[in-house]
């Protein structure tokens, strides 16, 4: 029996794939004056779909072991943007690009933290019987 539901999960790894985006958005901030340096970026919906394409039936033999689900590999990849050079020190990290990308991040970030506060609440008044 799932208790929550994929919808807990999906939230997780959602929050996973922003945090490492985040990461991701400010190494490339912090090197936007580092020469030679390649912008990166994270790669989330082709990894998470050849996840699920790939998934191998399990089976549990005794309550007590650990899921398989728990060693299942996160739903998003690092990469480094192509050739390509923006400025005279052979960098492409557009400052610009990089904080419109941070803001609309922290965004979807926010939304998922509301969104899962929303779950744990309405969990909470289920627990309460309704109060």
Do not use: C
């Not at 970026?41 to 996840?51: P, S």
């Not at 943007?81 to 610009?96: A, C, F, L, P, Q």
Request: net charge positive.
């Amino acid at each position: 029996m799932d208790l929550f539901g994929k919808t807990f999960n999906t939230l997780e790894q959602s929050l996973q794939y922003s945090s490492a985006k985040n990461k991701v958005i400010s190494t490339n901030i912090s090197n936007v004056d580092t020469p030679n340096y390649k912008a990166k970026d994270v790669m989330f919906k082709k990894t998470l779909n050849e996840a699920l394409q790939n998934k191998m039936p399990t089976k549990l033999t005794n309550d007590r072991h650990i899921s398989f689900n728990s060693d299942m590999r996160l739903p998003y990849q690092e990469f480094t943007k192509g050739h390509t050079s923006y400025n005279h020190n052979g960098n492409n990290v557009d400052i610009d690009k990089e904080m419109s990308e941070l803001a609309k991040n922290q965004i979807y970030y926010q939304g998922l933290v509301d969104r899962m506060n929303d779950k744990f609440n309405n969990l909470q008044t289920v627990i309460r019987g309704g109060r």
